[in-house]
């Protein structure tokens, strides 16, 4: 057994650490301080990371790759801030009035608040990829997915308290957003036919951001690590989040070629299992109203979510367009405005560069990952969060999006080692041949 394997399997101090942050990373609506809205238990210990990997890491070489890569990542991210807000003022003054503002009582015009509070979720996020690119190996997963049906589980009882009471019985959501009037998780209805069920939104912001941070595990238990039970659990949950971003990943799946990349047949199992049971219970007519009311209204801009997302694109994309030619190359500044996609939200923000740079982060894996199980499962995850995300998710420091960019980094890594190892052994075998 080569050294790589041997470290590879050795569980110290950066495992240990990790399983208790993995329980909680994927929680978003919950705060230890709920005057602070950032501290989230996974923010904090993303935070912490930073101050512990010398302290918790068994290798030098390793604490030296987590605090360049690190370091790597804030260089490039401070040029995209002080390239904006250079851009912003050697540009004609803009008039922010038709966009939408994550702060709109803030009247700087340089150096938003909203700038420096965005800014230190980005740099949770950064240690979150970071830590997991430099230490992650295969025995996390086990750790991953238990916060992941954690909050599968919360959100599958809140369901049913629903059900049974007609009230929300969601009693660990502390995190308000704004002055501390707005909720920090949506509490959501939906009529289907005489029947109203709550949508599944569990320990997260809303049902669509259940759906963006849950997507990613279900398709890595499903198609590489193969497990079932924690899939089906999974797949419910995403189900009664009666979420269109659900659906959105899912087509994209598909498009992808489930069954032909991944040779697994839990998808179209489960898919035709729920086609059956749907027509038994509910009858076609049922069937497309469900469908009309979950997806089809929000394409067809009858739905008021799915209209109104398109009219922020529009509007933000016009704003775009009339900005000053630096300001296209570089936005008007990184926090500043927040549309409903992340495709409108980047290019206002940080302009063509930023959109270039934070679109090659998740390119690169698909380019450099090998063409084993886990690499094709990992390059279909990255497409459907990216995707995901530039359709209908604005939201960049989901910790979830971070794990899993991080593990197909540290993929891309062992990959390399490996390479190297082989052709050092090729190296030795041909000099001992040539010695001989």
């Avoid at 660990?172 to 109203?196: C, W, Y």
């Avoid at 598909?254 to 991944?262: C, D, F, N, P, Q």
């Avoid at 390119?363 to 990992?378: E, H, M, R, S, T």
Wanted: glycine share 6%.
């Amino acid at each position: 057994m080569t050294n790589f394997s041997l470290h590879q399997r050795a569980i110290n101090s950066t495992d240990r650490y990790f399983y208790i942050w993995a329980i909680f990373l994927p929680i978003n609506s919950y705060v230890l301080l709920p005057s602070i809205q950032g501290t989230t238990i996974g923010f904090l210990m993303a935070f912490l990371s930073i101050i512990l990997s010398p302290l918790l890491a068994k290798y030098v070489k390793d604490v030296l790759r987590f605090f360049y890569t690190l370091a790597a990542i804030l260089m490039i991210y401070l040029f995209v801030i002080l390239t904006s807000q250079l851009s912003l003022a050697f540009s004609p003054t803009i008039d922010f009035s038709n966009v939408i503002l994550i702060d709109p009582d803030d009247s700087k015009y340089l150096f938003k608040s909203s700038l420096f509070t965005q800014s230190l979720y980005m740099v949770a996020a950064f240690a979150t990829f970071t830590y997991v690119r430099v230490f992650y190996k295969e025995n996390w997963n086990k750790y991953i997915f238990i916060g992941g049906a954690i909050l599968a589980i919360y959100g599958l009882y809140e369901v049913l308290f629903f059900m049974i009471t007609g009230t929300s019985g969601d009693f660990l959501t502390n995190r308000t957003f704004g002055d501390g009037n707005v909720r920090g998780s949506a509490f959501q209805k939906m009529q289907l036919g005489g029947l109203t069920i709550m949508r599944l939104k569990s320990l997260t912001g809303e049902p669509s951001m259940y759906a963006f941070t849950i997507i990613p595990f279900f398709a890595y238990a499903a198609f590489y690590l193969k497990w079932k039970k924690t899939s089906v659990l999974l797949l419910i949950s995403l189900c009664l989040s009666t979420s269109s971003t659900f659906i959105v990943g899912l087509i994209i799946m598909l498009v992808l070629g489930i069954r032909k990349v991944m040779r697994s047949y839990m998808a179209i199992y489960l898919a035709l299992w729920g086609i059956i049971l749907a027509f038994i219970f509910m009858g076609p007519a049922k069937i497309y109203e469900t469908a009309s009311a979950i997806f089809l209204d929000k394409i067809m801009m009858k739905d008021i979510s799915g209209s109104v997302r398109i009219t922020n694109f529009l509007n933000h994309m016009d704003f775009y367009g009339d900005l000053p030619f630096l300001n296209k190359l570089f936005g008007v500044g990184f926090g500043y405005i927040r549309s409903t996609d992340m495709f409108s939200t980047l290019f206002v923000n940080t302009g063509f560069v930023g959109f270039l740079i934070f679109s090659g982060l998740f390119a690169y894996p698909l380019i450099k990952l090998g063409k084993d199980k886990q690499a094709k499962v990992l390059k279909l995850i990255l497409l459907t969060i990216y995707l995901s995300m530039m359709i209908a998710v604005p939201e960049y420091s989901y910790l979830s999006t971070w794990l899993f960019l991080g593990i197909a980094y540290n993929k891309i890594y062992r990959e390399k080692l490996q390479r190297q190892a082989i052709l050092k052994e090729r190296r030795i075998a041909l000099r001992e041949k040539q010695a001989v």
